[in-house]
């Protein structure tokens, strides 16, 4: 089973909206790290937040980590169009460093 | 290269046939990554490489797969005797360091493989 889970599985939202997508993972980890991915594309690394941060900013992105509750979120804001997106969670746990467990995702659409 | 690169980037194979799949990393990478995505999930990790060494296979679905890394740059992902559930895209992906540094790993393009 996947180690992190990304809620809600979809969202749409209109651009300038702001967006928030949370991701749950079950063991102790040693990081967690957002992606994008683009229908038919690669993964594109966003932000990587370690275990003992508890929030991090990139341009328009802001992630936030609480390990007491094993959750993360990644909030967009100002969306863009070109902000929709498959964005998905990894986690590098703590028992088997090296190796990223990601969640389903959750599919952004950001309606012009 | 700037990036990761994947090849082929699309590989129909007739159910039997054994395929290989090719990863060129970021050159200087020590890890490298593959992993298989099914449409519409997360990608799940296959195997982990750290320069040659093979350090974690537990994601390999059966023994039909096998993934080297002789030279601890080039790796290569092959898959005997494909079968349908073979079916998705398998990417690879590098970081500079591994073990339990916190490095970001980047991603190839991906291999999209579909099983006839």
């Known amino acids: 089973s996947q180690q992190g889970e990304e809620d809600p599985q979809a969202l749409s939202i209109q651009e300038g909206e702001n967006a928030t997508m949370n991701c749950s993972y079950k063991t102790s980890i040693n990081n967690l790290q957002w992606y994008r991915q683009n229908s038919g594309r690669g993964l594109v690394h966003l932000i990587l937040?370690?275990?003992?941060?508890r929030e991090k900013h990139s341009g328009r992105l802001r992630v936030t980590l609480d390990t007491s509750k094993k959750s993360s979120s990644l909030l967009i804001t100002a969306s863009r169009a070109a902000d929709t997106a498959s964005y998905f969670c990894a986690t590098d746990a703590r028992t088997n460093a090296g190796k990223s467990t990601f969640g389903d995702g959750t599919t952004l659409t950001v309606k012009p | 290269g700037a990036g990761v690169s994947q090849s082929p980037r699309y590989k129909v194979a007739k159910r039997g046939q054994d395929v290989a799949l090719r990863c060129d990393p970021i050159?200087?990478?020590?890890?490298l990554f593959w992993y298989q995505q099914a449409l519409g999930q997360g990608p799940e990790f296959l195997t982990y490489?750290?320069?040659?060494?093979?350090?974690?296979k537990s994601g390999l679905p059966s023994d039909r797969f096998f993934a080297e890394r002789p030279e601890g740059s080039v790796s290569t992902l092959k898959i005997q005797r494909t079968q349908q559930e073979d079916s998705a895209v398998y990417l690879c992906?590098?970081?500079?360091?591994?073990?339990?540094?916190?490095?970001?790993?980047?991603f190839g393009p991906g291999t999209r493989l579909t099983v006839t």
């Open positions: 937040i370690r275990s003992n941060e």
């Open positions: 490489f750290q320069n040659e060494a093979q350090l974690d």
């Open positions: 992906a590098s970081s500079l360091g591994g073990g339990r540094s916190s490095y970001e790993q980047y």
């Open positions: 050159s200087g990478h020590v890890s």
